[in-house]
C-alpha cells in the first residue's frame, strides 16, 4: 500500500521535489517542538495550543508553497517560449546554437561529453525548434494537482508531530517521542533520497538528520 502512495505522488511530482517538501514540513514541525520543549521547562506548555500552531504554521506554508510552485511552473513555461522565439528571431545558426548553449549547458551534467556530441544536440535541438510552432504556454491539471500534493506534503507532516500529544497524556513525555518521531523522519527522507538519487542511503539518512537539526538549530536561535 505504501510502495502504491509513493508510486502515485512520484507521478504527480518530481520526486526530489516531493522529497524536498516533506524535509521542509519536517524542519517547520520541528521548529516547533523543539522550541516548546525549551520553553516548557520555564513556562510550562499548552498542549492544544501546541497542536494548533504546529498544524497551522505547516498547513500555512504548504498553501505557500503550492502557490510559489504554480507560479514557478508558469514562469518555466514563459521562459521557454520566450526562448522558441528568441531561436526563431536569431539572424544567424550560430547566434541561435549559442542561445541553446547558454539555456541547456552540458558542462554541467554529471558526466563528459565530447565536443562534437554537444553540438550534435543542439543542432538538433535547434532542427526541432525551427520545424515547430509556437503555442500558448498554458498550464496542464498534472501542474495543479502537483501544486495540491506540495500542499498535502507539506501539511501532512505535521500529523506525525502532534499524533503523540494525542496518545500520551504527559506533555513531557509527548514532546520527546515527537521529536525523536520527526528526527526519525528526517532520516527515512534522507534515506529515500538516496534510493531515488543512486547515493547511499545510510550516509544520505545521517547527513538529512543533521541538516535538518542544523536548519532547525538555525531557525530556533533566529526566532523562527
Not at 558526466?111 to 504556454?137: E, H, M, N, W
Request: aromatic share 10%.
Amino acid at each position: 500500500m505504501t510502495s502504491n502512495l509513493i508510486g502515485r505522488i512520484t507521478k504527480i511530482i518530481d520526486p526530489g521535489d516531493a522529497l524536498g517538501e516533506v524535509l521542509f514540513g519536517l524542519i517547520m514541525a520541528l521548529t516547533w517542538t523543539v522550541g516548546s520543549r525549551l520553553v516548557f521547562a520555564k513556562e510550562g506548555l499548552d498542549v492544544h495550543d501546541l497542536i494548533v500552531a504546529t498544524i497551522g504554521c505547516n498547513v500555512a506554508w504548504g498553501i505557500i508553497d503550492a502557490v510559489l510552485f504554480y507560479l514557478g511552473a508558469t514562469f518555466y513555461k514563459s521562459r521557454r517560449l520566450r526562448l522558441f522565439r528568441q531561436i526563431k528571431a536569431a539572424r544567424t545558426e550560430s547566434a541561435a546554437l549559442k542561445l541553446l548553449a547558454k539555456e541547456f549547458p552540458i558542462e554541467e551534467a554529471p558526466f563528459s561529453a565530447k565536443g562534437a556530441d554537444g553540438d550534435a544536440l543542439y543542432r538538433s535541438l535547434l532542427t526541432l525548434a525551427c520545424r515547430a510552432d509556437p503555442v500558448k504556454a498554458s498550464l496542464p491539471k498534472g501542474d495543479l494537482f502537483a501544486a495540491i500534493a506540495v500542499f498535502a506534503l507539506v501539511s501532512a507532516t505535521s500529523i506525525p508531530a502532534v499524533i503523540p500529544f494525542l496518545l500520551i497524556d504527559s506533555a513531557h513525555l509527548a514532546l520527546r517521542i515527537s521529536n525523536l518521531f520527526l528526527i526519525l523522519l528526517l532520516f527515512v527522507t534522507g534515506y529515500a533520497w538516496a534510493k531515488f538519487s543512486g547515493g547511499r542511503p545510510f550516509y544520505a539518512g545521517m547527513t538529512m538528520t543533521c541538516l535538518g537539526l542544523l536548519l532547525v538549530a538555525i531557525a530556533i536561535a533566529l526566532g523562527g
